[in-house]
């Protein structure tokens, strides 16, 4: 039976294999080190990606409650193709920096907007248990795409010469426009997402849902304190640290292969996971070895074997702790300010983005190994923030009376 949610996973995880395909990803850091950036230019590009959902979370999450989702994600393709354009012009700090804060913007389209989408099509299928397991299924879209798109990106750019990038970054805005005529397909379900209250109104109602389930904010902690040096940190030094280490440059996008691979096995091995290991088990155990293997990465760059390991651990454990996450924090957020709520905590993980690349600047006078051993200690501390599983009774989350 072709149902609502089996429909928008299967539109959405086409719109994400589309949307997550970079070709000049491979090559994107040694890209800026080439135009003359440093490490501390390469976070302050960092910087204003995460000041520009600071800015537009709210508003873009506050959009899509009220105009639903599918409006929200065509205005964040567009912008994301303007972004692209921006990139190909780019020749100097400050336009990357455009590039960089564009981009960001047109993510908080999307963030919230699709958790929503997905759970509320779950919800009318009654199948909102399953959300992790659908999350993994569509995150893991962009595992199979970033296989094809860095293998290519790698073997093009063997050269890091300027025409070779221009290609790549062609390339990539023709994919988006793919992704830009999918969402046309989406269909929403029929129930109450977008309501009419003022926005102001809906925001409050977010951060009192927050204030209400503790627990959910401690849940995001522990998810953003790992996933900011982990991801956002680690992923734009890697390829500096396997160059150095002795990688040929064509060989890169073999090495990000394998970790695509390996992150799309585990995306859709998701239950199988939860149904052997506990979710709050996997994200504790997960966070404390991404932290150790920051530190490895850190005091043994001329080890090509072991940096090679680490890369690929940590795609590993940035697929499975997503989708947990998004199945633990959904099931306590209510309907109609589901996509707001999440907004509201998006907006909290821009403020620690901003005061990670801080705070890591003050690393970047060491180098690389300086910047991973000051995300270990970050990854560290989120690790340690304690989380619960939310209880359960005769199938409802329980939160409070007046968002029930």
């Known amino acids: ?40 230019n390469i976070l302050m590009i960092l910087m204003c990606w995460s000041g520009a959902v600071l800015i537009g979370e709210i508003p873009a999450g506050v959009f899509a409650d009220r105009f639903g989702p599918k409006i929200s994600f065509l205005v964040g393709s567009t912008i994301k193709l303007i972004s692209i354009v921006v990139l190909l012009l780019s020749h100097d700090l400050l336009l990357f920096m455009l590039f960089s804060f564009l981009n960001g913007l047109s993510v908080t389209f999307f963030s919230g907007a699709d958790e929503a989408l997905i759970y509320e099509s779950l919800k009318k299928d009654n199948k909102q248990s399953k959300m992790d397991e659908a999350m993994g299924k569509i995150q ?5 795409s970033m296989i094809l798109a860095v293998l290519i990106g790698s073997f093009v750019a063997k050269d890091l010469n300027q025409q070779q990038f ?6 990539s805005l023709g994919v988006y ?3 830009f005529l999918l969402l046309f397909f989406i269909h929403e379900p029929d129930v109450e997402i977008r309501v009419s209250e003022a926005s102001v109104n809906k925001v409050v109602e977010g951060i009192t849902v927050i204030k209400k389930a503790p627990q959910l904010l401690l849940m995001f902690l ?39 691979l390996l992150a799309f096995l585990s995306s859709r091995s998701i239950g199988f996971l939860t149904k052997k290991i506990s979710r709050v088990s996997l994200m504790v155990a997960s966070g404390f070895l991404s932290a150790g293997g920051l530190l490895l990465a850190a005091l043994f760059q001329d080890t090509l074997w072991l940096i090679l390991g680490v890369i690929l651990f940590l795609r590993w454990i940035g697929a499975i702790r997503y989708p947990i996450y998004s199945q633990l924090s959904n099931d306590v957020i209510p309907s109609h300010v ?25 690393f970047a006078v060491e180098g690389v190994s300086g910047i991973l051993i000051g995300a270990s200690i970050i990854a560290m501390i989120g690790s340690m923030i304690p989380i619960h599983k939310i209880r359960l009774r005769k199938n409802k989350v329980l939160i409070p009376k007046e968002f029930q």
Do not use: H
């Open 1 to 40: 039976m072709y149902t609502i949610s089996k429909r928008n996973i299967t539109v959405l995880f086409w719109v994400n294999f589309f949307g997550a395909i970079s070709f000049l990803q491979p090559v994107l850091t040694l890209f800026y080190l080439k135009n003359g950036l440093t490490e501390a």
């Open 140 to 144: 893991s879209a962009g595992f199979i």
């Open 166 to 171: 221009q290609l790549l970054i062609l390339c």
């Open 177 to 179: 426009f793919i992704e």
């Open 222 to 260: 522990n998810l953003t304190l790992v996933f900011i040096p982990t991801v956002a940190v680690f992923q734009k030094f890697d390829q500096p640290l396997m160059t150095d280490a002795g990688l040929p440059v064509y060989l890169i996008g073999p090495i990000y292969a394998a970790g695509a």
């Open 338 to 362: 589901r996509a707001t709520t999440i907004s509201l905590l998006s907006i909290l993980d821009s403020i620690f983005d901003l005061l990670v690349f801080i705070s890591l600047t003050l």
